[in-house]
């Protein structure tokens, strides 16, 4: 059983940068996803980036397009914590933040992850 709990959420100016955390209470290491989600008011939940166990020190990063060359994810595995660097946030990055992790389908919906966080609020506003 993984238990996930998201921080570092909060307001930020456009272009402003904000870095996220989930800590996770039984080991990560050993999931095959790991992701980041976000949801904002009225829209789906979207997959923002992600890592899939590729082998057992490489994991294989992809983001939404949407994000890339602006958000970072990553993984301290001695902490068993995983990360999200957002820099030149904008409006439409606003959002409730999820942390997940599962073994299925790393690049899927939503459901494909059975470990979900209860969400960290970032608004980009000026």
């Known amino acids: 059983e993984v238990q996930l709990v998201e921080s570092g959420g909060g307001l930020v100016q456009p272009g402003g940068s904000l870095r996220l955390s989930c800590a996770a209470s039984?080991?990560?290491?050993?999931?095959?996803?790991l992701a980041w989600f976000r949801q904002a008011p009225g829209k789906e939940r979207e997959r923002v980036a992600s890592l899939e166990s590729v082998t057992r020190r490489f994991r294989a990063v992809a983001y939404a397009d949407s994000v890339k060359g602006r958000f970072a994810i990553s993984q301290d595995t001695a902490k068993n914590m995983v990360y999200l660097q957002m820099n030149s946030l904008k409006p439409e990055d606003t959002g409730i933040y999820y942390c997940?992790?599962?073994?299925?389908?790393?690049?899927?919906?939503?459901?494909?992850?059975?470990?979900w966080g209860q969400g960290t609020q970032v608004t980009v506003s000026s």
């Open positions: 039984g080991s990560t290491n050993t999931k095959k996803c």
């Open positions: 997940a992790a599962g073994d299925s389908d790393c690049l899927g919906a939503p459901s494909a992850y059975r470990y």
